[in-house]
């Protein structure tokens, strides 16, 4: 039975308010966003972005595997950092540890991560963190497409979102990231992409994907 995502549903909605169309005034928060004075200061501008609004819509409607979200779970102390993928339409899950936040270490562990499945990569999508500011580097490693979200929507990277809800099971908020290990991060990962998912009819995502890369 046909389905359309929670994201596409939003994205419609506020794209009708823009267009002076009435659908948001059906939704059950009616509260105005408020301005976040001083948070573009702090996280630093990003050249050459390319909004969430070009991506294609075979990314929202879940049409083909390859299309990829991406984010930071932070340690206690604001530096060291796991990097976090997923691909949206298996779940398929990717974690890598950062030393230091920076543009730098954060591409140079999404590139790696996503190399040996690089023929399974065509689009990325992040927040507006300065950390994803080499995403032309990234775009370009990969030969895929890289996007922004809009400021403070998480849902348009929902299953993302998800995912580091999850990965908070492993490596707790305060939690300091110094003392975690390469079997650590191998047993979350593992833990993630081999639990069953209903969204998937019970399968996991490691069966999921996987069975898409073998048919390549």
Known sequence: MPSVSHERIYQHTYSD???????????????????????????GAIVDQVSIEQRSDIVDQLGRYGDWEADLVIGAGQQQALVTLNERRSRYSLIGKVERKTAQEVSDTMIALLTPFADCVHTVTSDNGKEFAQHGRIA????????FAHPYCSWERGANENMN?????????????????????????????????????????HQVFMSQLQSH
């Open 165 to 205: 809800g999850l990965i908070r099971q492993f490596f707790p908020k305060k939690m300091a990231f110094d003392g975690i290990t390469a079997s650590d991060i191998a047993l979350a990962t593992y833990s993630l992409n081999h639990r069953p998912r209903k969204c998937l009819g019970f399968k996991t995502p």
């Open 17 to 43: 308010k823009r267009a002076g169309g009435t659908l948001h005034k059906s939704l059950r928060c009616q509260k105005q966003r408020k301005k976040r004075y001083g948070q573009r200061e702090r996280r």
């Open 140 to 147: 370009k490693d990969l030969d895929a497409q890289f996007f």
